[in-house]
């Protein structure tokens, strides 16, 4: 942790290094002395200690400086520091000016020039004024912090981006105090948020993924160009083969577009996953996961979409969105599946705005004693009611069908029979939205009756269907009618191996159409949804993966 910051500031050099000398020598061991000789240089200083979340304990701004004299930077330093001691620096003749300073910033106390000795005339002042400020203090703060609007959708992106990434981060909204002051030190508006301040005090403002990604420490570029494997996709499935794949020898890159843990990595409590008696968050996991693949020697890039697979020779091309490459031996997709957006048109323009695809856990809290409706009848669905029951004033469960047990596990149907506030409601579906800025309101339809109901919230999250992310692999690698790869004996048929498939044997049964590229979890046509079972094809895939290496 920085020291804290003492700040002088006065147009007169000599003066200037006087006092910066004097304050230096008793208090230099513990305190970081930073010298300015305007009002303007003092100000921009404030707001990069601001940015860097750092403390500022005491400032000292002599009273005739041009352009900003020392009342009106005080004024103005204020709003970055209003818990900063404040000193005026006086001759006899403007003492009548540090008595309205008194009244204007609230003064702490004003010293006369010149004021030899030290020991009797300045460090008396300043030691009480410490004492003071150690007693209320500016908090500190070392970890990224996030500026922005309740119902901002840019800002629920950033926030979901950092929370999905496990990155540590502190929400403030922009009419908070402190919010607004971080705002000032940036040097922008309350329009113009997110704004991401970085431990480091670098300002982000309106951030793209990837720019985020690489200021709070992930990695988005790869060290080498050619690798034994790539996985592409960093859910459970592809973290698993990143985790078999390094620590058996293989150079291994995993790419992934958003962040890792897929789905899984969203749960708020996964309790039927094998050695977690008492359940474990998906995010828990998903780091977990994550740091052994690492410890292992992978290599995890973010926020790297892949938008072409080519077939080389022996090597196997991924072709990044903004045309970088790179090439493996061999391949594994773990692509996953996406959430279905629903048929309301109107639903739209309120996304990450009270629209949520996916259980958005960082929203939970904000959700303390309202009415909270979710779609979708799926394990995915029922942890994220029993998680946000323990906030919202009721959490209302929308299914298709008759009940949660068609497509529910035994155990969840048990917990939300039992939780008072979670109201399972049948046959029901959304058929529209509104609200100003922000969801407000939910129309519902009986799908027996057809009678519409009219409900009033700011919160719906959807967990409905499944779908691949896999037209980028249109006419390369074989998909069924639904986009899920085809692999193994789903692409014999009759005897007959996939169309132009150059080798003497069948594909392997995790292997897709193209030699080398294989295929893991939800993504794989056939494959059982559950994490545990997505495990177990990326570890699956890397057996196959060292079978095709050794007969290459």
């Known amino acids: 942790m920085a020291n804290p910051t003492i700040l002088t500031v006065d147009d007169d050099p000599a003066v200037s290094r006087?006092?910066?000398?004097?304050?230096?020598?008793?208090?230099?061991?513990?305190?970081r002395v930073v010298r300015a000789v305007s009002g303007a240089e003092a100000l921009e200083a404030l707001r990069e200690i601001k940015l860097r979340g750092e403390r500022l304990a005491v400032m000292l701004a002599d009273y005739r400086m041009p352009q900003m004299n020392g009342l009106e930077f005080l004024e103005e330093a204020m709003d970055l520091f209003p818990l900063a001691r404040r000193v005026l620096l006086t001759a006899y003749a403007d003492t009548g000016a540090a008595i309205e300073a008194i009244n204007v910033v609230d003064l702490d106390h004003y010293l006369?020039?010149?004021?030899?000795?030290?020991?009797?005339?300045?460090?008396?002042?300043?030691?009480?004024?410490?004492?003071?400020?150690?007693?209320?203090?500016?908090?500190?703060?070392?970890?990224?912090?996030v500026v922005g609007h309740r119902w901002s959708a840019p800002s629920f992106a950033v926030r979901d981006f950092l929370a999905r990434n496990l990155v540590p981060y502190r929400w403030l909204q922009a009419d908070e105090p402190e919010g607004a002051r971080l705002l000032t030190a940036a040097g922008v508006t309350a329009a113009d948020v997110p704004l991401v301040v970085t431990a480091d005090g670098t300002s982000l403002v309106a951030p793209g993924d990837g720019e985020l990604a690489a200021r709070v420490g992930l990695s988005t570029v790869p060290t080498s160009d050619f690798y034994d494997l790539a996985v592409v996709g960093g859910g459970p499935a592809g973290l698993g083969a990143a985790v078999y794949g390094a620590s058996e020898g293989l150079r291994t890159v995993l790419v992934e577009r958003e962040a890792t843990g897929g789905q899984a990595?969203?749960?708020?409590?996964?309790?039927?996953?094998?050695?977690?008696?008492?359940?474990?968050s998906g995010s828990q996991l998903t780091d977990r996961a994550r740091r052994q693949a690492l410890k292992f020697g992978a290599e995890i890039l973010s926020t790297?979409?892949?938008?072409?697979?080519?077939?080389?020779?022996?090597?196997?091309?991924?072709?990044?969105?903004?045309?970088?490459?790179?090439?493996?031996?061999?391949?594994?997709l773990a692509t996953g599946v996406s959430y279905r957006r629903l048929a309301a048109a109107s639903l739209v323009e309120f996304t990450g705005a009270g629209v949520f695809y996916g259980s958005a856990v960082t929203e939970a809290p904000t959700c303390s004693g309202d009415e909270v409706y979710?779609?979708?009848?799926?394990?995915?669905?029922?942890?994220?009611?029993?998680?946000?029951?323990?906030?919202?004033?009721?959490?209302?469960?929308?299914?298709?069908?008759?009940?949660?047990g068609?497509?529910?596990?035994?155990?969840?149907?048990?917990?939300?029979?039992?939780?008072?506030?979670?109201?399972?409601?049948?046959?029901?579906?959304v058929v529209?939205?509104?609200?100003?800025?922000h969801l407000q309101?939910?129309?519902?339809?009986?799908?027996?009756?057809?009678?519409?109901?009219?409900?009033?919230?700011?919160?719906?999250?959807?967990?409905?269907?499944?779908?691949?992310?896999?037209?980028?692999?249109?006419?390369?690698v074989a998909r069924d009618a639904l986009g899920f790869v085809l692999t193994g004996p789903d692409l014999v048929s009759d005897g007959q191996r996939p169309v132009n498939w150059p080798l003497p044997r069948d594909p392997y049964h995790l292997e897709s159409s193209v030699p080398g590229v294989f295929a893991a979890g939800d993504v794989r046509a056939t494959s059982l949804k559950r994490v545990a079972s997505a495990v177990g094809d990326g570890a699956m895939a890397i057996a196959l993966v060292h079978r095709y290496l050794e007969s290459q």
């Open 18 to 31: 006087a006092v910066a000398r004097d304050i230096r020598r008793r208090y230099g061991d513990r305190y």
């Open 112 to 145: 006369l020039k010149p004021w030899n000795p030290p020991e009797e005339h300045l460090y008396p002042v300043i030691d009480s004024l410490l004492d003071v400020w150690v007693a209320t203090p500016d908090p500190v703060s070392t970890e990224t912090r």
């Open 265 to 280: 990595g969203q749960s708020s409590r996964i309790e039927n996953y094998l050695g977690f008696p008492d359940g474990v």
């Open 304 to 332: 790297r979409e892949v938008v072409a697979l080519e077939a080389v020779g022996s090597g196997r091309v991924l072709r990044f969105g903004e045309g970088a490459a790179i090439t493996a031996h061999t391949v594994v």
């Open 374 to 404: 979710m779609v979708g009848g799926a394990n995915s669905a029922g942890q994220a009611a029993v998680y946000f029951s323990r906030y919202a004033g009721r959490v209302h469960m929308l299914i298709r069908g008759a009940d949660l």
């Open 406 to 429: 068609r497509s529910m596990s035994s155990y969840l149907v048990e917990q939300i029979n039992g939780i008072d506030n979670i109201i399972v409601h049948p046959w029901t579906e």
């Open 432 to 437: 529209e939205g509104k609200g100003d800025g």
């Open 441 to 476: 309101q939910l129309t519902l339809r009986d799908a027996r009756s057809g009678a519409l109901d009219t409900v009033t919230t700011s919160w719906l999250f959807i967990f409905i269907g499944a779908e691949p992310r896999t037209e980028w692999l249109d006419g390369v």
